[in-house]
């Protein structure tokens, strides 16, 4: 499991897992019920099958023998449906819970677990949860059934059924090993198929990149030792089935010879019918194969438990509440953002962003600058409370932003983005997201046509209604961030951050837009990350980071004189610094 956490998973929280959701008991004890009574039926089954070869060829005998058969084909069905119907409800009901997990998750978390490994625990990991369950009842069925025969053996021959007694320590004794080597399987194929995943989910989404860097061969190469450690697991699952179909005809075998020798015995000593050792071994056979089950279904126990370690670890894990927390007050656009000595790491001990104090004035255009990696886009995920400052305080007004309700804060962002994801679907639910009625064209035809988006919109194949392809793969960079600035526009934040938002746009366009977008948000707070000095200069307030920390803030001409990294990169694009002659 390379990719994916192990952590301690006590029996415990394995158990507790399905108390975590509604586990339909009624479908599974039916089918108990019925497993109780198709064990009768195959008793009556093997009395049959014995007054037969006794030489009872009566038609009652032979009615009732297919008579029997009937049930027991009928009752396996029932089985089956029931057991089958249970085991979906049971990976449906757990595969939702993990679904709502995985979108409360702590930002933190999702990083930390990778997104892959989420997908796969999604995936593969969850269907281990009907197996447990639909495994727990067949174990007590296999069990009933155990003693069941193992009564009726010991009412037909109580001598013979005590020799039987000897065999069972050698069969305790294979089962535990060849049990334990087949839980080792489980759990080989089971990290392997992970593995695959993990490997190809990541893979096959990065295709493009893939290909622009020439790496086809050697992603050909990692892929198939992803696809070779399958295969390897497969031949030693292999392995193992012969291994334990050999261990099952050795035992068998012990017995039938065991039974023979015995049985001549008591047959000389005139204690059994001659065909008692026929009879016997009818008996001995339907032991036999509910040890065999009762020894199977606790290996699939165990195995599963391996398997639904990181499922069971995440869904115990920490979890987000959209709905926690204070509602904010009306009328939140009418107030700053302050930052109150903030700091932030994504990693503890090695801080991000440090100390920061300064106030993001409402109504007003605020640019952040700095150099790269220096916290800019990370601070627009703290306002938004993605993450939480590990000390310090940011404010919306005087509502502190760590004790307001997650889900009515980040309504109050539209987050622009250099790569903004957009969802399979047609243009205007890309436009809508956010939007939680059915998407009103008229606002979305205005948001297209304020992000010039309109007119490429409806050149498309089926205008509005045109699906975007995953991750909108089928349009072009430029045109996807014109949809991400257009579903800016349409829900019309109270606060607009803008990351790079204009990085694929060309110049024109992108000066264009944000003009556009300030005009309309006009009295709305945008907070705009960019490196082009254009678009800076004419904000109301430059925030200035240099290695997280807050060298400035100030409007241009202050910082022309206050911050040395501005006049820099004012001087690197070539604009002429007071006093100085321009670059170009
Ligand atoms: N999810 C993450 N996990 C761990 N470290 C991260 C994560 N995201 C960013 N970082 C680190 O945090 C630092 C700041 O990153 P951030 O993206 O905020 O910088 P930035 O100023 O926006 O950079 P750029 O101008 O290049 O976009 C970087 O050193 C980066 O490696």
């Known amino acids: ?123 593969n990991d969850i269907t281990q949860a009907s197996l447990v369950v639909q495994m727990a009842f067949n ?50 194929r089971y990290d392997s198929l992970n593995v695959m995943t993990t490997f190809f989910s990541e893979h096959i ?19 198939l030792k992803a696809i070779d450690s399958r295969y390897k697991a497969d031949l030693y699952y292999a392995f193992m089935v012969a291994v334990q179909m050999l261990s099952n005809s050795l035992y068998n075998t012990i017995g039938t010879i065991v039974i023979a020798l015995c049985g001549s015995d008591l ?21 036999d194969q509910y040890t065999a089950e009762v020894l199977t279904h606790y290996q699939t126990l165990k195995g599963t438990q391996g398997a639904l370690q990181y499922v069971g670890v995440l869904l115990d894990g920490p979890e987000e509440d959209p709905q ?21 790491g994504y990693i503890p001990q090695q801080p991000v962003l440090h100390d920061l104090s300064f106030t993001i004035p409402h109504g007003k255009v605020t640019a952040i600058i700095g150099n790269n990696g220096s916290g800019k886009s990370t601070l627009l995920k703290l306002l938004q409370g993605i993450y939480a400052p590990d000390s310090g305080r940011i404010w919306l007004g005087s509502t502190p932003v ?7 804060l980040r309504r109050q962002f539209g987050y622009i983005l250099q790569n903004n994801p957009l969802f399979s679907g047609s243009v205007r639910d890309n436009i809508a997201y956010g939007e939680t009625g059915s998407a009103d064209q008229r606002r979305v035809e205005q948001a297209a046509r304020l992000a010039d988006a309109d007119s490429f919109i409806r050149q498309l194949p089926n205008g509005y209604d045109t699906d975007v392809g995953a ?29 790079e938002a204009g990085a694929s746009l060309d110049h024109r366009s ?21 490196h082009d000095m254009r678009t800076v200069m004419d904000a109301d307030l430059i925030v200035v980071l240099n290695h997280g920390e807050l060298e400035a803030t100030g409007t241009h001409d202050e910082l022309l004189a206050a911050s040395p990294t501005y006049r820099d990169y004012l001087k690197k694009q070539g604009f002429a610094l007071p006093g100085e002659e321009a670059a170009k």
Request: hydrophobic share 45%; aromatic share 10%.
């Open 510 to 530: 992108d000066a264009a837009i944000f003009r556009t977008v300030r005009e309309e948000l006009k009295g709305h707070t945008i907070i705009v990350v960019a």
């Open 1 to 123: 499991m390379k990719n994916k956490q192990k952590a301690k998973f006590s029996f415990g929280a394995y158990l507790s897992f399905f108390t975590r959701f509604p586990i339909p008991w009624w479908l599974f004890l039916l089918s108990l019920l019925l497993g109780f009574a198709n064990t009768e039926v195959v008793l009556a089954v093997s009395n049959y099958l014995i007054r037969i070869n006794k030489g009872e060829l009566y038609n009652g005998v032979i009615i009732g023998y297919a008579l029997m058969n009937v049930f027991n084909a009928l009752l396996s069905m029932l089985i089956n449906l029931t057991g089958g119907y249970g085991s979906a409800l049971v990976t449906l009901r757990a595969r939702k819970l993990l679904w709502r997990k995985i979108l409360h998750l702590p930002m933190r978390e999702v990083e930390r677990r990778q997104p892959s490994a989420l997908i796969s625990g999604l995936v």
């Open 267 to 287: 047959i000389r000593q005139g204690k059994m019918p001659e065909t008692g050792i026929n009879d016997f071994s009818t008996y001995k056979g339907r032991v």
């Open 471 to 499: 991750a909108g793969a089928l349009l072009s960079g430029g045109q996807r961030q014109r949809i991400a600035i257009a579903r800016a526009l349409y829900i019309r934040p109270a606060y607009l951050l803008m990351d």
């Open 139 to 188: 174990t007590i069925v296999s069990l009933y059934s155990f003693f069941r025969c193992c009564w009726e053996m010991y009412r037909f021959d109580g001598t013979l059924s005590l020799y039987m007694l000897l065999l069972l320590p050698i069969a305790v004794l294979v089962f535990a090993l060849v049990g334990h080597l087949q839980y080792q399987m489980m759990l080989r």
């Open 205 to 223: 989404s990065a295709a493009k990149h893939v290909k622009a860097q020439a790496m086809e061969d050697l992603e050909v190469t990692e892929g």
């Open 324 to 344: 926690a927390g204070d509602p904010l007050p009306d009328k939140q656009t009418a107030q700053d953002i302050r930052l109150e000595r903030v700091s932030f």
């Open 402 to 408: 760590d004790e307001s309700k997650p889900c009515e």
